[in-house]
C-alpha cells in the first residue's frame, strides 16, 4: 500500500492535513536540505569548519530518511513518534552549531523547524489516536 493510501487509513485529527500536501512540502524542504546541508558538509571537507558540526546534521538525515521507514514500512506510529521527536531535536541542535559558522544555513532551516513542529503534533495525534 502506498504511503498516501496508508495515511487515509489511519484515524486522523480533524486539523490534519490533506495527504496531497506533503509531497509538494517535503519537495520544497529537500531542496533547502540538499542545498544548505551540501554548504556545511563541503565547508567541513575544506576545513573551514571542525568536522564535528557534521553529526547533528547527519544524525537529522539519518531520522529523517528512518521515518517514512518506520511510518509506512513498519507501520509503527509509537516508533514514528520517538522518531519524529529525534528529527526536531536535530534540527534545532544543527541550528545551534552553524549558526556560529554559517548564519544563513541557521536561517534556511526555518521552514524545516517548522514543518516538523506541526509534523510531531500531528504524529503524537495520529499516534494518540491510532492506538
Same mark, same amino acid.
Given at each position: ?23 509538494? #512540502?517535503?519537495? /520544497? $524542504?529537500?531542496? @533547502?536540505?540538499? !542545498?544548505?546541508?551540501?554548504? =556545511?558538509? *563541503?565547508?567541513?571537507? &575544506? ?34 513518534? #520517538?522518531?519524529? /521527536? $529525534?528529527?526536531? @531535536?536535530?534540527? !534545532?541542535?544543527?541550528?545551534? =552549531?552553524? *549558526?556560529?559558522?554559517? &548564519? ?28
Amino acid at each position: 500500500m502506498n504511503e498516501s493510501l496508508q495515511y487515509m487509513n489511519f484515524v486522523r485529527p480533524d486539523w490534519a492535513p490533506p495527504a496531497w500536501i506533503f509531497g509538494p #512540502v517535503w519537495a /520544497v $524542504l529537500y531542496v @533547502i536540505i540538499a !542545498v544548505s546541508f551540501a554548504a =556545511v558538509f *563541503w565547508s567541513i571537507w &575544506k576545513k573551514e569548519i571542525p568536522g564535528r558540526v557534521a553529526v547533528p546534521f547527519v544524525l537529522n538525515l539519518i531520522f529523517n530518511f528512518a521515518f517514512t521507514w518506520i511510518q509506512f514500512g513498519l507501520e509503527n506510529n509509537p516508533l514514528a513518534f #520517538v522518531d519524529i /521527536v $529525534l528529527v526536531l @531535536i536535530t534540527i !534545532v541542535w544543527l541550528m545551534k =552549531v552553524i *549558526w556560529p559558522y554559517k &548564519k544563513w544555513v541557521a536561517y534556511a532551516q526555518v521552514p524545516y523547524l517548522i514543518w516538523v513542529s506541526f509534523a510531531t503534533l500531528l504524529q503524537a495525534s495520529v499516534t494518540y489516536l491510532n492506538l
